[in-house]
T-cell receptor, first 116, second 115 residues
Framework: DADVTQTPRNRITKTGKRIMLECSQT?????MYWYRQDPGLGLRLIYY???????NKGEISDGYSVSRQAQAKFSLSLESAIPNQTALYFC???????????????FGPGTRLTVT | GESVGLHLPTLSVQEGDNSIINCAYS??????FIWYKQESGKGPQFIID?????DKRQGQRVTVLLNKTVKHLSLQIAATQPGDSAVYFC??????????????FGQGTILTVHP
């Protein structure tokens, strides 16, 4: 079974719709991240959470919001989707200081989102 | 406005050759570096990492070299195989402050291995 899962894997939605992408992990990691990947632009950080009570903006947080419902779950919302949010979205996890600090992040399989 | 994708650097090699993928970083405060491999349709997978107090680290068929003087990182893959074909990303992180635990990713390099 995959350690980091994302749902849905593919989604097509219309401009202006609200959409939520979900991420779950069984690794027991404290830290979770949402990234966006566009062709030729690598991975850019949208939001991250270092524990259940902690939410932080990344470099491209405008137009997105997140919720850390539990240690294992971190969801990303697009309140009003627009076409330039069409991209591949990845969730990732990593250990936190109480778990032995490591920077290595473990990625989910990705969600391909198309906004028409 | 609409974002324009950049053309990724590419590297084509023959099966059995050694591959060298390069990465330049800009933050002199970065103290941790990591290489990821991303196959088509999958999320990035960890390959190898290195801390700034080292200049070389070896794994299975892979070696990472770090030159802090010129802020350059490289990934060497020995005896490259078709299964090594993927996009390779370097990432960096700086200890302490608001950057602690966050990774900044490079653009990526496409490696194609020909049988």
């Amino acid at each position: 079974d995959a350690d980091v899962t994302q749902t849905p894997r593919n989604r097509i939605t219309k401009t202006g719709k609200r959409i939520m992408l979900e991420c779950s992990q069984t690794k027991g990691h404290d830290r979770m991240y949402w990234y966006r990947q566009d062709p030729g632009l690598g991975l850019r950080l949208i939001y991250y959470s270092f524990d259940v009570k902690d939410i932080n903006k990344g470099e491209i947080s405008d137009g997105y919001s997140v919720s850390r419902q539990a240690q294992a779950k971190f969801s990303l919302s697009l309140e009003s989707a627009i076409p330039n949010q069409t991209a591949l979205y990845f969730c990732a996890t990593s250990k936190g200081p109480r778990q032995g600090t490591l920077y290595e992040q473990y990625f989910g399989p990705g969600t391909r989102l198309t906004v028409t | 406005g609409e974002s324009v994708g950049l053309h990724l650097p590419t590297l084509s090699v023959q099966e059995g050759d050694n591959s060298i993928i390069n990465c330049a970083y800009s933050n002199s405060a970065s103290d941790y570096f990591i290489w990821y491999k991303q196959e088509s349709g999958k999320g990035p997978q960890f390959i190898i990492d290195i801390r700034s107090n080292m200049d070389k680290r070896q794994g299975q068929r892979v070696t990472v070299l770090l030159n802090k003087t010129v802020k350059h990182l490289s990934l060497q893959i020995a005896a490259t195989q078709p299964g090594d074909s993927a996009v390779y990303f370097c990432a960096e992180s700086a200890a302490g402050g608001t950057s602690y635990g966050k990774l900044t990713f490079g653009q990526g390099t496409i490696l194609t291995v020909h049988p």
